[in-house]
């Protein structure tokens, strides 16, 4: 529900992302477009996740869990934690708001447990219900660098990284910023989240289905996906 006084309440910024001049890239060079923007970047860049799953297939963690080794993968998981508190050290923080909707899905259940070691490197998150953006749907997913600078990242049907849009109209890119930051400010501490609502569930059941789209994605190699 979108509240009285709210840019949200009066507009909707996403609605342009998607008829914005933009310049596409694929997979390989979106990742290449982050990496080097993210790395000058003076200021905590924004991120808003909307899809309830993606497919991480390079990713240990995600991997043990989607075998079916629920305790594997979150011992991967903290693994991870001293190699993302180290990137950033050197990286400017993303500020995600992460859309959730129940019950939660196998990825978000998985994803939970990385957006709250993440939170606690530095990274803060913030979550939202799927009711609160349900006036702004189709929500894009956004990586939101400066008032000038976002990515529309692409996905394929899957959930497979299949690239970006690189959006530099500040008439688009502007009202979209300040809308992500008004998510964050009234979403919950994703560390808050994760212990109330997810570390109580059971491990996530896997289908054959979701297996068997696995092999087919492996099309990127990283340790973490910011």
Not at 5 to 34: E, I, K, R, W
Not at 83 to 94: D, E, I, K, N, S
Not at 109 to 138: I, K, N, T, Y
């Amino acid at each position: 529900m979108i509240k009285p006084g709210s840019v949200l309440a009066v507009t909707n910024p996403f609605a342009a992302v998607g008829g914005a001049g933009a310049l596409v890239l694929d997979a390989p060079g979106y990742l290449a477009a982050f990496e080097r923007d993210h790395a000058g970047c003076a200021a905590p860049l924004w991120k808003l996740e909307r899809a309830q799953s993606f497919y991480e297939p390079d990713v240990a963690s995600w991997r043990a869990m989607m075998d079916g080794d629920w305790a594997g993968s979150l011992a991967l998981s903290e693994k991870m934690a001293p190699l993302v508190a180290g990137y950033f050290r050197h990286r400017v923080p993303v500020r995600r708001v992460r859309v959730v909707e129940f019950p939660v899905s196998p990825y978000l259940q998985w994803e939970m447990h990385l957006l709250d070691m993440r939170a606690r490197a530095g990274s803060p998150c913030r979550v939202v219900s799927a009711a609160r953006v349900a006036a702004l749907e189709p929500l894009p997913e956004l990586v939101i660098f400066s008032p000038e600078l976002m990515y529309e990242v692409l996905y394929d049907e899957y959930g497979g990284g299949a690239g970006g849009r690189r959006i530099t109209d500040p008439g688009v890119v502007g009202p979209c910023l300040r809308a992500v930051e008004e998510l964050f400010a009234e979403g919950e501490d994703v560390r808050d989240f994760h212990r109330r609502e997810i570390v109580p569930l059971p491990p996530p059941s896997i289908t054959d289905e979701m297996r068997a789209a696995v092999p087919a994605y492996a099309h990127r190699t990283e340790e973490f996906r910011v």
